[in-house]
């Protein structure tokens, strides 16, 4: 069993619904939990980080972590096509320097 | 603000070789991470230097090594290279543990 689980999809919706990401781990040491975009053929970029358990929204995005579930998720108000992108859940621990542990990754497509 | 540079773009090496692949991290970033990305799945961490010094490594065998310059630009050497090597090579700089900034990556692949 891997240490973070995402399910691939992929996932395809129709533009503006709202998208429900999720992960769960197994690691209850994690401490900060990061989401990241990537699009094909490019390198993953950060769209929010949480600290512990709790919930953050920045703009459409919204992220969620439940450290007593092992389980967090990112939402997406309003999607748009320029979203289509595989999004990556990553999490790391205090010890573990910045070594980060990544989902597998889930394939997003949102028609027009 | 300079981002995350990697070179080549992408390679093509033959079992056997060897191959060095190199970052310049982002201004002011004095950590570097290496992660290994193979198709359809997400990103493996191999190492991480701070300050020229490996401080942190994955689950992956000696053949892959690395080094870190003074400017905190780093290379990714991988010798003996096998068919599974074949992936997207990933650098990360950070000054945070949670705010890590990937590059474009360098696609290799190893026939």
């Known amino acids: 069993q891997k240490e973070v689980e995402q399910d691939p999809g992929p996932l395809s919706v129709p533009e503006g619904a709202i998208v429900s990401l999720n992960c769960t781990y197994s690691?209850?040491?994690?401490?900060?939990f990061m989401w990241y975009r990537q699009y094909s053929r490019k390198g993953p970029e950060l769209l929010m980080y949480?600290?512990?358990?709790g919930n953050k929204e920045d703009g459409r995005f919204t992220a969620q972590v439940d450290k007593s579930s092992k389980y967090i998720s990112l939402f997406i108000r309003d999607s748009q096509p320029s979203d289509s992108a595989t999004y990556l859940c990553?999490?790391?621990?205090?010890?573990?320097?910045?070594?980060?542990?990544f989902g597998g990754g889930t394939r997003l497509m949102v028609k027009p | 603000e300079t981002g995350v540079t990697q070179s080549p773009t992408h390679l093509i090496k033959t079992r056997g070789q060897q191959v060095t692949l190199r970052c310049s991290s982002q201004?002011?970033?004095?950590?570097v991470s290496w992660y290994q990305q193979a198709l359809g799945q997400g990103p493996q961490f191999i190492f991480q230097y701070y300050r020229e010094e490996e401080n942190g490594r994955g689950n992956f065998p000696p053949r892959f090594s690395g080094l870190q310059f003074p400017n905190y630009s780093s290379e990714l050497n991988v010798n003996a290279l096998e068919l599974d090597d074949s992936a997207l090579y990933l650098c990360a700089s950070s000054d945070q543990i949670y705010e890590q900034f990937f590059g474009p990556g360098t696609r290799l692949t190893v026939l």
């Open positions: 990553a999490m790391s621990s205090h010890n573990a320097g910045n070594m980060l542990t």
């Open positions: 201004s002011g970033h004095n950590t």
């Open positions: 949480t600290y512990s358990s």
């Open positions: 690691n209850s040491a994690f401490q900060y």
